[in-house]
């Protein structure tokens, strides 16, 4: 059996603790002293699993405690109880404006109120992407759960919704938010593997969720893929922007494109690539090939890599990720890892490091 430092100090530990108490000759004829110790280990690495648990249970698990509300409702963290969602004539004469936070190509953002709850108010910019619009509505009804932000309401007639309003704003943001002071303890990379391993959790229920299999589009480059998500008050990760997201079926042959235009650069997948570039052919839209949801496990290394940042103990998280990430960056996308995969290593990693972590400061 193979042990991490941090274990083979603890049994080291529990030795010599037995031999200065005495205790090794009285238990010579009973149970080992070692034998004690590795249950004391077990109990240990149980608890630690369990602990490890609590912060990431399993998708089902998230799926079905989701704050507690049947489908088409919300609650807020201030409010006692769930209601339906807010419907043209509540969102109309109660939700009032309070100023312009954010504007895209789709969307205009703005912070609103609404009975003293602070919330996020999104109109549509231009009828010209009335059905990026409304693809994104129908999305955040389908896929409400912990890992999306929380649906409040809609009014199709006026095109507008209402969404969860999260101070922090974009994962965009991450690193001057930890840089100032209130925030400067949670800058660990404890912190920032949670991150990571949310993100990846997100792509992992987008690929699999109760809307089929999605893919990101809305990811052309590491800042427009940081934008898709909203960093919790409690430094957790959602997916707040999903009017780009098409829908993978291989059984019928569906694969997606992700917008009529060329993608260029070293952050989209090969397979996104135009594939006659070299060859000096113009772009033509109808002769792209399509792809699958792998183009997004081509970016968790670089996202991955942004939000561990520069502290102390980054590089070995880097260390223990290589091999997967190298996995990520394979150029045939079938030899990609999928999300689930990449999750289950990054878990793993999480809980070694930390089980190492805490048999550092026993050893000191």
Known sequence: MLLHNGE????????????????????????????????????????????????????????????????????????????????CSQINAEVRKLKLIGQGAVKKVHLAEWRGQKVALSQLSSLDYLEDFLHGVSMLQALQGPHVVQLVGFCLDNHTQVTEYHPLGSLLNLDSILAQEQHQQHNTWQMRLRLAMDYVSILHYLHGGPAGRRVMCDSSSLEKTLTQFLLTSDFRLVVNDLDA?????????????????????????????????????????????????????????????FLMGRVPGGDVVHFHLFQIHEKCKKEDPKLRPSALDVLNVYRSVYGSMVRDNAGFRDML
């Open 245 to 305: 997201l098409p829908e993978v079926d291989p059984s019928r042959g569906l694969l997606v494109k992700c917008g009529h235009r060329e993608l260029t650069g070293d952050f989209v997948a090969p397979e996104q690539l135009w594939p006659f570039r070299t060859k000096g052919k113009p772009f033509a839209d109808n002769l792209m090939p399509g792809y699958d949801e792998r183009t997004d496990i081509w970016k968790i290394p670089d996202v991955t890599w």
């Open 8 to 87: 083979a100090h603890f049994l080291w530990r529990c030795r010599v603790w037995l031999q200065v108490e005495g205790t090794m000759s009285s238990m010579s004829h009973g149970f080992p002293a070692v034998g004690l110790c590795l249950a004391a280990l077990l109990l240990s690495n149980a608890l630690l699993y369990l602990y490890l648990e609590s912060l990431y249970p399993t998708d089902e698990l998230l799926l079905s405690s989701h704050v507690g509300c049947e489908p088409r409702h919300f609650k807020m963290a201030t409010m006692k109880n769930c209601i339906p969602w807010l419907q």
